[in-house]
């Protein structure tokens, strides 16, 4: 079963920038999509973004976008997120989460979407 492996995480201050990575450990596992998403205490998990390998289209929520980027290193197997400009808000636990399907933008920030995840990363803003 494919392994999803979170690293990047930490604290920073409102304003700066952290890169999550998800390492994916089974190659030949096949991914169509993966995605990123976040969970702050008492809420909900939520969708932050969304790649689609085989179109090359990304999603993003819209508390995000602009600030966020996600982006992959097929030569590592290896998933990014890039964050800018973080806001106390965006503190959550980021987990990494792969499809063997496509996506499209109603279901592609859809937690249910995705079968396999990775443990997660704390990120924590201060303001």
Same mark, same amino acid.
């Given at each position: 079963?494919? !392994?999803?492996?979170?690293?990047?995480?930490?604290?920073? !201050?409102? =304003?700066?920038?952290?890169?999550?990575?998800?390492?994916?450990?089974?190659?030949?596992?096949?991914?169509?999509?993966? =995605?990123?998403?976040? !969970?702050?205490?008492? /809420?909900?998990?939520?969708?932050?973004?969304? *790649?689609?390998?085989?179109?090359?289209?990304?999603?993003?929520?819209?508390?995000?976008?602009?600030?966020?980027?996600?982006?992959?290193?097929?030569? /590592?197997?290896?998933?990014?997120? !890039?964050?800018?400009?973080? $806001?106390?808000?965006?503190?959550? *636990?980021?987990?990494?989460?792969?499809?063997?399907?496509?996506?499209?933008?109603? *279901?592609?920030?859809?937690?249910? $979407?995705?079968?396999?995840?990775?443990?997660?990363?704390?990120?924590?803003?201060?303001?």
């Amino acid at each position: 079963q494919v !392994q999803l492996v979170e690293s990047g995480g930490g604290s920073v !201050q409102a =304003g700066g920038s952290l890169r999550l990575s998800c390492a994916v450990s089974e190659y030949s596992y096949s991914r169509r999509s993966m =995605g990123w998403f976040r !969970q702050a205490p008492g /809420k909900e998990r939520e969708g932050v973004a969304a *790649i689609d390998f085989g179109t090359g289209s990304t999603y993003y929520a819209d508390s995000v976008t602009g600030r966020f980027t996600v982006s992959r290193d097929s030569g /590592k197997n290896t998933l990014y997120l !890039q964050m800018n400009s973080l $806001k106390p808000e965006d503190t959550a *636990i980021y987990c990494c989460a792969a499809s063997s399907t496509g996506l499209y933008r109603s *279901i592609a920030l859809v937690p249910s $979407k995705y079968p396999s995840w990775g443990q997660g990363t704390q990120v924590t803003v201060s303001s």
